[in-house]
């Protein structure tokens, strides 16, 4: 048992930690008020019925007090006519009659009450809905600009980190721009040290022996030459 009921406290808040991260604030702050709107709208169905009811009541009772005159008026004229009988029977009639608007002037007064009580609470309700509706289109607006503000910064970080990538990459080109500098230089003095030779088609040490034979034979036959017009 302590084994599921720890896999069972596991489950729960993992299932949490879902549910959190899938709730959208602003939804549940919409549905929330539906649900209150429908709530409004059932205690205003209330109103309307009690008072439905209480008119047909009010038009049974104005029925029964026509029927009421009615009968007063023949329990009237049959006592004119001498039939006391019938006038006997007309205000027995009569009697039943003012029962039944005593019964109806007492549910009309209940519904009376009922429907003050319901319009009241259809105000308070109303209230509420009001103030919430208020403070929900707030709340909602401050989670979309603390949302917005969270996108930005991510976008700010990732552009932090992209920039961060390239500076890395510059610094990087950078130093091996200087190694090949410095390698291409170090090459290029022990080429003429003599240290490395060089296969890029240059003169051998045989041609520049012949090269140097052949100045030397110019510069003596020049030579001869000035001096033979230096004698003349």
Known sequence: MGLLNRMGTVVKAKMNKLVDKMEDPRETLD?????QLELLQDVKRGVAEVTTSKKRLELQKAK?????????GQARDAVKAGREDLARLALE???GLIS???SLDQQI?????EQEK?????RRLSAKVESFRTKKETIKAQYSAAEAQVKITESVTG????MADVGMAVQRAEEKTEDMKARSAALDELLEAGTLEDFTGGEDDIEKEL????ATSNIESELESLKEEAGK
């Open 64 to 72: 029964l007090n026509l029927n009421i005159d009615k009968l007063t």
């Open 159 to 162: 552009i932090s980190e992209e």
């Open 118 to 122: 319901l319009q009241a609470t259809e």
């Open 100 to 102: 039944q608007v005593q």
């Open 109 to 113: 007064d209940d519904l009376n009450k």
């Open 211 to 214: 090269a140097k034979i052949s």
């Open 31 to 35: 549905y929330s008020y539906k649900k």
């Open 93 to 95: 009639r009569k009697n």
